[in-house]
């Protein structure tokens, strides 16, 4: 497969006045297996250095010296970062362009990875964790660039494909980050490793084919293409109108500074959430909460269940994380038995796991315990997937940063909203917190079955509220999809 662009024509026209032949005559091929291969890589080294350092953060703060709920606070100071900061960066991205934004993000989280190499107080801890949580994006803005580089039918096994790597990285780094910290000074190795995997993937990132690709350019025609022909991608949903010229909109973005863009950007894109995006990201909030729900007392509960040791449930999270790295590559083989169905392909994935929750709340025997996970790390990683899929398919790929920043905070949300409430479930019975996952889970099959698309990218269709500049790109994309 190879990824080819439009060269800009002569005359400075766009793009609107080129014709079939011209670009089938005119393409650059570039490696583009290579240069996905290198974004997996990405991906991996981006999770291997921070799952190495992650699991290490509450022991460390807490041998500072501060009270349990100053190291709660501290701890939990990431997650809300990240709430506000997803949106903005995702948006950021899509008007400076993904290389700048990758390559700030990349080095400014090295900087707080080397600061927590050197946190001998609580003050410097706090703040390392920073520009952490404020830049560490990197998998947001890779996403985004894969949805640039791909077809939408291409997209979900290109997503799964960047996941598993990414899932990879994150099953050998605390094996690593482990191993480390039973030396002296440990923790603070660890930290600096992690802040050298961090540049060595700016490096990497800075040695991509940026030029041949010239992906921050709006006016390229970038496609997917097995044959090594090229054609002109049509426009989805752009939030700057579906009406302007290649033209027009470089003189708009001459006229005006990277943050009133971004700001501009926002606006429309609260538009969007509010109108046609909203139950996807309800699902996605409700499904997220309900799978960290599971995840919040598994240790304790199968100790106070069945008397396993945390050494021996370590080894089944392990398991259960290689099964759902390898569940990224059963993505495209589903997805096209679903016919490119991702709406319905998300359905039956939040159904059986709304099922496997109830049978791992009701389970007696180890046994079962084992056969839900090793099938909910099928299904939630399928699910997670979708769910992407089909943020972007209604987002547009103009906006497809955003999108992706915006289901970050979302997620983030979910990360704030799940220990409360494992907190009170788990006063009822240890079972409590998977239970109410699954309940969780069952509204937002309702929501999906109450809102269902009659066909693919369907949700863009639905502008109620949205102002008259996103509703000309929403009316586009919906004649991209009908034709």
Sequence with gaps: MELGFRGRPASGQGLASETPATATAAPRAVDSRGFLLCLYLVGFLDLFGVSMVVPLLSLHVKSLGVSPAVAGVVCSSYGILQLFSSTFVGCWSDVVGRRSSLLVCILLSALGYLLLGVSTNVFLFTL?????????????????????????????????????ASGVGFILGPMVGGYLTELDGGFYVTAFICCSVFLLNAGLVWLLPWRETNLNSAENGWIWNQKQATAPRKSEGRLSGAAATPKARRSEKKGQRPWVEVMSALKDMKSLIFSSLWDVFLVRLLMGVAVMLYYSNYVLALEERFGV????????????????????????????????NSHMVLLHSSVLTCLLLLLYSTATTMDVVVFSSTLLSFSTTI?????????LSAGGAQ?????????????????????????????????????????????????????????????????????????????????????
Excluded at 328 to 340: C, E, M, Q, S, T
């Design 383 to 391: 699910g997670r997937t979708c769910i992407t899929d089909l943020q």
């Design 309 to 340: 040791r945390p050494k021996t449930t370590g080894y089944l999270i392990s398991y259960t994380s290689a099964l759902g790295a390898l569940a990224g590559f059963a993505v495209g083989p589903i997805l096209r038995l679903y016919k490119h």
């Design 128 to 164: 390392a964790r920073v520009p952490v949580g404020v830049f560490k994006h990197t998998l947001s803005i890779s996403r985004a660039l894969l949805s640039d580089l791909v077809t939408e039918k291409e997209r979900p096994l290109v997503l799964g494909q960047f996941n598993t």
């Design 399 to 483: 906006a497809s940063g955003t999108v992706i920043g915006v289901g970050q905070s979302v997620t983030a949300m979910g990360r704030i909203i799940a220990p409360l409430l494992s907190g009170v479930a788990q006063e009822i019975s240890p079972c409590g917190p998977p239970s109410l996952g699954a309940a969780l889970a069952l509204v937002a099959i309702l929501i999906m079955s109450l809102n269902k698309p009659p066909h693919s990218g369907s949700y863009v269709l639905q502008s109620w509220g949205a102002s008259p500049r996103l509703q000309a790109g929403l009316k586009g994309k919906a004649a991209a999809l009908q034709n």
